[in-house]
């Protein structure tokens, strides 16, 4: 069992939507991984973080670069995720991530998140996905 494997209410879902948010959250969790980060999304995808909106491949990349400014690691653990029923591809996520902190120390908060799946060329990837935390806990 993975690291970022969640829990899910007895409903049926995607196991490709499973794995995809396994390695999204893999992925956000490697400093150096940028360019595989934005694959998984569409090309004219929407990311709000917190108050930050980044729409596209371009906004996207500059928003995870940025994201990784203050922080030397990051570790998500996706705990709960809830698809919105049968069959869904949108889904509202629970969870917790731990950062170490570039000035030393380490920060850590709860988030929640709404994210919409799509699959285009045999991919899941995401074309909207909405994170919502509290940006000040991060500066404690």
Known sequence: MSAYTSSYPPVDFD????QFFET???TSDTPDAHEKYITHFTKDATLIMAS???VGSD???????GMWERVSSRSHQPLKIFPFGDGADEVM????VKYGL???GESG???AARAHL???????KMDFYQVYLDTGAQAK
């Open 52 to 54: 930050k909106k980044a």
């Open 24 to 26: 999204f959250y893999a």
């Open 93 to 96: 996520l629970y969870g917790t």
């Open 118 to 124: 799509v699959k285009e060329d045999g991919m899941v």
């Open 59 to 65: 906004q996207i990349l500059a928003l995870r670069k």
């Open 102 to 104: 570039k000035a030393g």
């Open 15 to 18: 196991s490709a939507y499973k």
């Open 109 to 111: 908060l709860e988030w």
